[in-house]
């Protein structure tokens, strides 16, 4: 399992174009017009990790399976979108099946390309959206509390929703929310605007390397941990080329690494994501869990099966499989642990599950 991305903003701010970079596809159209996407183009990639690289040759697997990150490319937004204008309804249905939000903002000035607006402002454009996302937000509150509804609500679920509704009438930030509820409570409410976030500066080809003017007023108005700079269009062109041409073409760029592996990086940073491993000589695979996950929640990734009858786990850290070339030698060499249903496990672990069929 990975994690799902919406890639959410204004019409014509590059979505459809980044969503076609980072999933190396041509499957979202992309016009320089409104609403060129209407249903949501959706591209699973996989995470390329070098770790599994190196399980692969030690364990002489047959194959190699890479976990992966969904990007849901959703219709662009417009102001009265909770109210249903443009595609209102069906982007706020969509933004409800992700896990994090990618907003992407148009950091670049062009007189090819339309604007919805009459001048370029990131900070104006992510406004309208997360105050649709609030009034749609505002809307299911209402309803769920009502007194016909509160009855399916449990305590908890019933004073969240209760403090985010004062905190949105009060136009204070709802994201304060999370100091009083823990991520479980927050994410089963449902509430768009409690989403995680990430902000995607779309900007010209000057602009990669030091960002502008636009990509300043994002990181001064977001959290800047949050805040990536790409261009959708150089992206793309990257995807066209080979390896070699991929790797010259990036250098005159002066880009480090692709706007994919970047994203890769701060969504697993944001979601607090971690990896572990199984190999052997049928396959070595990566596996995608939150930290802090429990050894029995991390073998249910693998199969319920094996969370259901969970005895213990063998474990062996990335750095001593590969110094004591595998399982044979991490076992013979005393680095292999045998660990119970408390252990939490590490990124990086290789894991063999014992249970009872």
């Known amino acids: 399992m990975g994690f799902k991305c919406g890639i959410v903003g204004l019409p014509n701010v590059g979505k459809s174009t980044l969503f076609n970079a980072l999933t190396n596809s041509t499957k979202a159209l992309s016009g320089n017009f409104p609403f060129c996407t209407i249903e949501p183009n959706v591209g699973m990639v996989p995470v390329v990790d070098t770790r599994l690289d190196k399980l692969v040759q030690i364990s002489k697997s047959k194959k190699k399976i890479y976990t992966s990150i969904t990007f849901v490319d959703i219709a662009g937004l417009v102001k009265g979108a909770s ?50 996302m609030k009034l749609a937000d505002l809307e ?10 509160k009855k399916n609500l449990n305590e908890k679920e019933f004073e969240l929703l209760n403090q985010a509704l004062e905190l949105i009438n009060n136009d204070k930030p709802i994201d304060s929310l999370k100091r009083n509820f823990d991520k479980n409570e927050i994410s089963s409410s449902g509430l768009l605007s409690l989403k995680p976030k990430l902000y995607v500066c779309n900007v010209d080809e000057d602009s990669i390397q030091n960002g502008n003017k636009y990509t300043e007023q994002v990181k001064n108005s977001v959290n800047m941990e949050n805040v990536l700079i790409i261009s959708a269009d150089i992206e793309n062109q990257i995807n066209q080329l080979n390896n070699d041409e991929k790797e010259n073409f990036m250098k005159v760029m002066g880009i480090e690494t692709t706007g994919l592996n970047n994203l890769i990086n701060k969504g ?33 990734k693998i199969h319920t099966d094996f969370e259901k009858g969970f005895i213990r786990a063998e474990t062996v850290s990335y750095d001593d499989f590969l110094d004591n070339d595998g399982w044979v030698g991490s076992k013979n060499n005393g680095k292999m642990r045998l660990e119970g249903k408390d252990y939490i496990v590490k990124d990086g672990d290789i894991l063999n599950i014992r249970f009872n069929s």
């Open 83 to 132: 109210k249903g204008e443009g595609l209102g309804n069906k982007f706020l249905s969509h933004i409800r099946e992700v896990d994090a939000i990618i907003h992407l903002l148009r950091c670049f000035d062009s007189t090819d390309i339309q604007n919805v607006n009459p001048n370029v402002d990131p900070i104006r454009d992510l406004e309208i959206i997360e105050t649709e």
């Open 140 to 149: 299911s509150i209402q309803k769920r509390i009502d007194k016909k509804n």
């Open 268 to 300: 697993y940073k944001l979601l607090e994501l971690n990896t572990f491993f199984t190999s052997g000589p049928e396959e070595s695979r990566a596996w995608t869990i939150e930290k802090e996950s429990l050894a029995p929640s991390a073998a249910g």
